[in-house]
T-cell receptor, first 114, second 113 residues
Framework: DAGITQSPRHKVTETGTPVTLRCHQT?????MYWYRQDPGHGLRLIHY???????DKGEVSDGYSVSRSKTEDFLLTLESATSSQTSVYFC?????????????FGPGTRLTVL | GQQVMQIPQYQHVQEGEDFTTYCNSS?????IQWYKQRPGGHPVFLIQ?????EVKKQKRLTFQFGEAKKNSSLHITATQTTDVGTYFC?????????????FGQGTTLQVKP
């Protein structure tokens, strides 16, 4: 599983509180991604990183920020959580296999915002 | 923007029946990838297709990439309960070498024993 861990695995929080999710990888991958998964929407990209301190927005970035101060950690922050951010969050890394970028996912974090 | 659509969203089959999910992209793709997510799990890479008209098989699973490289399909022959899960197709998204993927909404397969 490409050495990807996510923490916490489950979290329940209240509307308006800040939340930070952590993705940790051990294999020095350059590219890292944060997705959210909701029924009927598949996997939607929130933010991604292409190196330390290099990040960019995905298709559903509003209400989220990210940071990557070292290669192995990619943090996703909800500054003020809302109920619409209740979701399952997956972190992924990208690895080139036979010339094509293939993504490997972490185990996911189930976030509930009450 | 670029979109990847999958149909059907859900499929219930009796064990032993065949199953097919279809994937269509709004743009031509350099490659297409398929992932499987078991209930409660995370997406796991299955296969990638690169060539126009390419067909690849993994045991009972057959993957096809359309001639125009805008559509793909996954066919499972004689489904088993172990095939239960959600199947996603994904194509490269955005410009530049970022490794970004655009995922379809997924097809969730239920198999009745």
């Amino acid at each position: 599983d490409a050495g990807i861990t996510q923490s916490p695995r489950h979290k329940v929080t209240e509307t308006g509180t800040p939340v930070t999710l952590r993705c940790h990888q051990t294999e020095n991958h350059r590219y890292m991604y944060w997705y959210r998964q909701d029924p009927g929407h598949g996997l939607r990209l929130i933010h991604y990183s292409y190196g330390v301190k290099d990040t960019d927005k995905g298709e559903v970035s509003d209400g989220y920020s990210v940071s990557r101060s070292k290669t192995e950690d990619f943090l996703l922050t909800l500054e003020s959580a809302t109920s619409s951010q209740t979701s399952v969050y997956f972190c992924a890394i990208s690895e080139v296999i036979k010339g094509t970028d293939t993504q490997y996912f972490g185990p996911g974090t189930r976030l509930t915002v009450l | 923007g670029q979109q990847v659509m999958q149909i059907p969203q859900y499929q219930h089959v009796q064990e032993g029946e065949d199953f097919t999910t279809y994937c269509n992209s709004s743009t031509t793709l350099s490659n297409i990838q398929w992932y499987k997510q078991r209930p409660g799990g995370h997406p796991v890479f299955l296969i990638q297709l690169v060539k126009s008209g390419e067909v690849k098989k993994q045991k009972r699973l057959t993957f096809q990439f359309g001639e125009a490289k805008k559509n793909s399909s996954l066919h499972i022959t004689a489904t088993q309960t172990t095939d239960v899960g959600t199947y996603f197709c994904a194509g490269p998204g955005g410009s530049g070498n970022t490794g970004k993927l655009i995922f379809g909404q997924g097809t969730t397969l239920q198999v009745k024993p």
